[in-house]
């Protein structure tokens, strides 16, 4: 099955400062998601990524669609405080079967963000 | 706007005892999926569904059934609890395959 490594597995930082993490595969991917989650809650989506080399920001978080579909990176500008969470990957293959297509998303280990103020 | 609905929001079986994990949705998405969640662990799929009548196994199905008779509800059912299936389960659903899934906020079960 596909495999997806995230790292690094936690960070602690200081507000204010930048933070990458990225995700790389075993096989290719033709969506990239990465998504956020607080304690106690369901992964909230960020941002999605469609095309290979696409580079999408939302805010102070920049995602970008590796050139081989097998990686993806997600930066966070200027940290604070709430972005304290576990940050997933996610890549999605599409599939076929008996003429309908479906996609099954495959999620990275999760890097977890602590931030002091 | 309710999103995807999971309920209950915790439980606790004895092993051997059976549950259904109830999702629905009000977005009118065709597809559903259930993860589980183990600690420090990404999500593992347990089963999805592309469309009402339809189901498949996902990457850890044993231990767990699925129907989905509507395509609002996509239930979740445990026959034989095992200590293994203590988790964190997500429902999630889809409009297509090339756009994002929303998460329900999650189900905590332990088994004793």
């Known amino acids: 099955g596909q495999q997806l490594n995230q790292s690094p597995q936690s960070m602690f930082i200081q507000e204010g400062e930048d933070v990458s993490m990225n995700c790389t595969s075993s096989s290719i991917f033709n969506t990239w998601l990465w998504y956020k989650q607080d304690p106690g809650e369901g992964p909230v989506l960020l941002i999605a990524?469609?095309?290979?080399?696409e580079l999408t920001s939302n805010g102070r978080l920049t995602a970008q669609f590796g050139i081989t579909r097998k990686d993806s990176f997600l930066n966070i500008s200027a940290s604070i405080p709430s972005d304290v969470g576990i940050y997933f990957c996610?890549?999605?293959?599409?599939?076929?079967?008996?003429?309908?297509?479906?996609?099954?998303?495959?999620f990275g280990q999760g890097t977890i963000l602590t931030v002091h103020p | 706007n309710a999103g995807v609905t999971q309920t209950p929001k915790f439980r606790i079986l004895k092993i051997g005892q059976s549950m259904t994990l109830q999702c629905t949705q009000d977005m009118n998405h065709n597809y559903m999926y259930w993860y589980r969640q183990d600690p420090g662990m990404g999500l593992k799929l347990i089963y999805y569904s592309v469309g009402a009548g339809i189901t498949d196994k996902g990457e850890v199905p044993n231990g767990y059934n699925v129907s989905r008779s509507t395509t609002e509800d996509f239930p979740l059912r445990l026959e034989l609890a095992a200590p293994s299936q203590t988790s964190v389960y997500f429902c999630?659903?889809?409009?297509?395959?090339?756009?994002?899934?929303?998460f329900g906020q999650g189900t905590r079960l332990t088994v004793v």
């Open positions: 999630a659903s889809s409009y297509s395959t090339a756009n994002k899934a929303f």
């Open positions: 996610a890549g999605q293959l599409t599939l076929r079967a008996g003429g309908t297509s479906y996609g099954k998303l495959t």
């Open positions: 990524l469609y095309k290979a080399g």
